[in-house]
């Protein structure tokens, strides 16, 4: 095939929204990528909907989470929440969090900064992870629906302007985002519209031409939207799922062994994580905020922690831990 075939064939991969099928290095290292879904100062995503769990998650949970991080290399992407369940933003301009000071809601500000932003690409999950905010009248909207249901059956004007507001609270906070997080389920079908709403919010709000979009998984990143100018969104596509019933507490020592074990073996030879190593294309998995949390007893915590320490052992030389952004950007190169 002459060099003009192989320029023509790059092309029409760039055109179709094709990446990289694999990493054509067979030496190459595995990038690998912890995404963490529904963060925010002090509540519980789950508690929005549900009152048999903790009402709020300590912020020293979450730096707890970041030393941890750091500790070992982990880096990926980490939601922030901008206003969950229409509370108050987090940028402190309706008012402060009820039960905590302006003094707790920068601490927990500062904690993002300090622990979590380095190593991971922050994303909103659009604004309230509930109902709609009302983006004009600074309010809730009272249900029935959901943010996610709405914002899908919206033009795209409309969904660029509120997944611009919700950038725009995260950065009045101090918080750079570096694309999105949908809340719960928008159809995939229609990526390339939540793709270019959320690369067009950002090139606004923040002067971005490529971000990541977390909504649906897959098997490695892929271009969702390119525009002429070379705008470019990636979706993530995570290949392994959570241990999310961890959210309830409730779980034994066996238990949380049980569910090390689903992702990797304490030998590193079976689990989710060992399976998408073989697939040599990358190890992206997602879990909750709550999960960690383990409605207190941070028994899904212990479970990646226990996790983490085996795929590290094990497979440390083989890996590459990356942020959301840079995983994006290895297998979806922008533009030049
Ligand atoms: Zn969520």
């Given at each position: 095939m002459n060099r003009s075939l192989i320029f023509s064939g790059w092309i029409l991969a760039g055109l179709l929204g094709l990446c990289q099928t694999g990493?054509?290095?067979?030496?190459?290292?595995?990038?690998?990528?912890?995404?963490?879904?529904?963060?925010?100062?002090?509540?519980?995503?789950?508690?929005?909907?549900?009152?048999?769990?903790?009402?709020?998650?300590?912020?020293?949970?979450?730096?707890?989470?970041?030393?941890?991080?750091?500790?070992?290399?982990?880096?990926?992407?980490?939601?922030?929440?901008p206003c969950l369940?229409?509370?108050?933003?987090?940028?402190?301009?309706?008012?402060?969090?009820?039960?905590?000071?302006?003094?707790?809601?920068?601490?927990?500000?500062?904690?993002?900064?300090?622990?979590?932003?380095?190593?991971?690409?922050?994303?909103?999950?659009?604004?309230?992870?509930?109902?709609?905010w009302d983006i004009a009248a600074k309010r809730l909207n009272a249900g029935p629906q959901t943010e996610n249901n709405w914002l899908a059956a919206q033009p795209l004007a409309v969904q660029t302007e509120y997944i611009a507001e919700a950038m725009r609270m995260l950065k009045n906070a101090g918080i750079e985002a570096g694309g999105l997080t949908m809340c719960w389920s928008y159809p995939k079908e229609k990526n390339a519209t939540l793709g270019e709403a959320t690369v067009r919010a950002a090139e606004k709000v923040l002067g971005l031409k490529y971000v990541m979009v977390f909504n649906d998984p897959g098997e490695q990143p892929e271009v969702i939207y390119r525009g002429d100018d070379g705008a470019t969104a990636v979706s993530l596509h995570p290949a392994v799922t959570d241990v999310y019933d961890h959210t309830f507490g409730k779980k034994t020592e066996q238990d949380i062994l049980?569910?090390?074990?689903?992702?990797?073996?304490?030998?590193?030879?079976?689990?989710?994580?060992?399976?998408?190593?073989?697939?040599?294309?990358?190890?992206i998995f997602y879990t909750h905020a709550q999960s960690l949390y383990g409605n207190g007893a941070k028994s899904g915590f212990r479970v990646f922690q226990m996790a983490v320490e085996r795929l590290n052992r094990h497979y440390?030389?083989?890996?590459?831990?990356?942020?959301?952004?840079e995983i994006c950007r290895k297998f979806c190169p922008p533009p030049r």
């Open positions: 990493l054509a290095d067979e030496a190459a290292k595995i990038p690998t990528c912890m995404i963490v879904d529904d963060p925010s100062p002090f509540f519980n995503m789950r508690s929005l909907k549900d009152t048999n769990v903790c009402h709020e998650i300590p912020t020293s949970f979450y730096a707890e989470f970041g030393q941890w991080a750091a500790q070992n290399g982990v880096k990926g992407k980490f939601s922030v929440v369940g229409g509370i108050n933003p987090i940028d402190g301009s309706l008012g402060e969090y009820p039960g905590h000071t302006r003094e707790e809601r920068l601490a927990w500000i500062a904690m993002i900064k300090e622990w979590i932003a380095p190593r991971f690409t922050i994303t909103p999950e659009v604004i309230t992870h509930w109902y709609v049980q569910d090390a074990d689903r992702y990797i073996t304490a030998d590193g030879q079976r689990g989710l994580f060992v399976e998408q190593i073989k697939k040599g294309k990358c190890l440390g030389n083989r890996i590459e831990w990356m942020t959301g952004l």
